[in-house]
């Protein structure tokens, strides 16, 4: 038994590529509940500010004066509280991580639609 | 009397996966004494309920440790639930078990292929994490996280499971006892690990009463303690009996934490028959008032949660009694008169978790 059980993998590894040539090759699969990274609306947020108070790691920055949300994807533990929290729901858990992260920035949101008003009046 | 020397064990040590200090004093290759430091991870996360209030610091708590994350989570939210007398629908409760029992299984396969890296089999160190693996897609696939869960929440938990799967999960479980039991029996029946297994650091009965060891080092000297017996989550609903084995060597340590691998596995199976429909959380109002004490089962033993609060969103007091701590004594005693040799198959059997311990 032991030795049949032992060809078998010996002809099994000789015509198949080894696991790790496979698995540097197959793209990461993200699951439905995977918690990824805080995606934003920004086209419907009103800047209230809660999601910036409940964050645990104090991740998020909300200016209400220059319509900014802003996110430190360095210090975020995607808990996802701050989804929880938000009352107009245009915050949502991405599936997707975020990528790699070149230098310690703040990623910025600002809502267009606002700043266009600003500079048209 | 030959002469004596003291060598220094860690906290940087190939074997350790965390920083925890000895001074081995040694009569040749016998250890005669073993003195212990601790603190090269603290961290304070126990004054951070003063900054955090009491709904927020459950994600401080379930970063206590990051293998029975789950359950540190389970044994603050069970406190603070039983300071406000929180009902928590059935269905959570049932939800919390599987999630538990899941980490319960991932944290004892860690356990396992750091054993085998510990006596230098290298094979079925890969083979143990491989399988654990398979654990963390399901973690990942109910929780989304792999292995900081963030789904205990007060009042009961984040997500729900649905019936496809929960069948799914069922299904799994099948192929999951299959390949424990294939590394089981390397571990139980292999000439080369028995021979740095049986017999080595034995921790009597008496000794491990005496010392307070708690889990499954205690469960291995023979005494059926069990804290999943003290009926909270639904285990007062499923059948089982601790597992419990005469010798007390590390043999035993090993076997009574694979044997524990397949009654996990009974218990999601019992769980997800027994499964009731309903919500899955309840709203928490309100600021809790008073103190509670909680004690759990982790995979690594007995943990005790003490919460102090008084009517403000910020607790007065918060203490975690980790298993780890309480081995330790016990491991002091199996370190004496042991080989030198052995030092690391010993601390790794009372499976350390030295950020827990430290917090």
């Known amino acids: 038994m032991f030795a049949f059980n032992m060809t078998k993998s010996i002809f099994k590894n000789l015509f198949t590529k080894s696991p790790a040539a496979r698995a540097s090759l197959a793209k990461k699969e993200f699951k439905r509940n995977t918690r990824g990274k805080i995606d934003i609306n920004i086209e419907s947020c009103v800047f209230c500010g809660i999601c910036q108070k409940k964050c645990p790691t104090g991740a998020i920055s909300v200016n209400r004066t220059d319509k900014k949300w802003e996110i430190e994807r360095l210090k975020c533990i995607t808990c996802g509280y701050c989804v929880e929290a938000c009352p107009k729901k245009c915050l949502s858990m991405g599936n997707e991580y975020s990528g790699p992260a070149l230098s310690k920035d703040k990623e910025v949101f600002e809502n267009a639609r606002v700043l266009d008003n600003a500079t048209n009046s | ?359």
Request: charged content about 25%.
């Open chain 2, 1 to 359: 009397m030959s002469r004596r020397t003291i060598i220094p064990f860690g906290p940087q040590h190939p074997v350790l996966p965390e920083p925890i200090h000895l001074d081995l004093v040694m009569e040749d290759e016998k250890v005669v004494e073993a003195i212990p430091s601790i603190g090269f991870v603290h961290r304070g996360l126990e004054k951070l309920v003063e900054k955090k209030d009491f709904i927020e610091y459950i994600y401080v708590a379930e970063r206590i440790c990051g293998i029975c994350s789950f359950m540190h989570g389970m044994g603050y939210s069970q406190a603070i639930e039983q300071i406000m007398n929180i009902e928590v629908p059935e269905r959570a409760l049932f939800l919390r078990t599987i999630w538990a029992e899941f980490s319960r299984i991932h944290s004892h396969l860690l356990w396992l292929g750091l054993l085998a890296d510990a006596f230098g089999f290298e094979s079925l160190f890969m083979q143990s994490w491989r399988v654990r693996e398979k654990v963390l897609d399901i973690m990942e696939e109910t929780t989304g996280g792999r292995v900081i869960f963030g789904s205990c929440k007060i009042g009961g938990v984040r997500k729900d499971i649905d019936t496809v799967t929960l069948k799914r999960i069922e299904k799994i479980l099948v192929d999951l006892e299959k390949e424990i039991r294939e590394i089981g029996n390397v571990f139980l029946n292999e000439y080369t690990v028995k021979s740095r297994l049986v017999g080595v650091g034995v921790l009597s009965r008496e000794d491990a009463y005496n010392l307070g060891a708690v889990g499954p080092m205690m469960r291995a000297s023979g005494i059926a303690q069990d804290m999943r017996k003290l009926g909270y989550g639904a285990y007062p609903q499923l059948d089982f009996e601790p597992i419990t084995r005469t010798n007390g060597d590390s043999y035993d340590r090993c076997a009574v934490r694979i044997e524990e691998l397949f009654q996990s596995i009974d218990l999601i199976r019992q769980a997800i028959g027994k499964i009731p429909e309903g919500p899955v959380d309840t709203k928490v109002t309100g600021n809790p008032d008073g103190e509670a004490f909680v004690r759990l089962e982790q995979p690594r033993g007995e943990v005790v949660y003490y919460v102090k609060a008084s009517g403000t969103k910020f607790l007065d007091r918060l203490r975690v009694r980790t298993p780890t701590f309480a081995n330790i004594p016990a491991l002091l005693k199996m370190l004496k008169g042991c080989d030198y040799a052995d030092v690391p198959i010993l601390i790794l059997t009372i499976d350390p978790c030295i950020s827990c311990t430290e917090r």
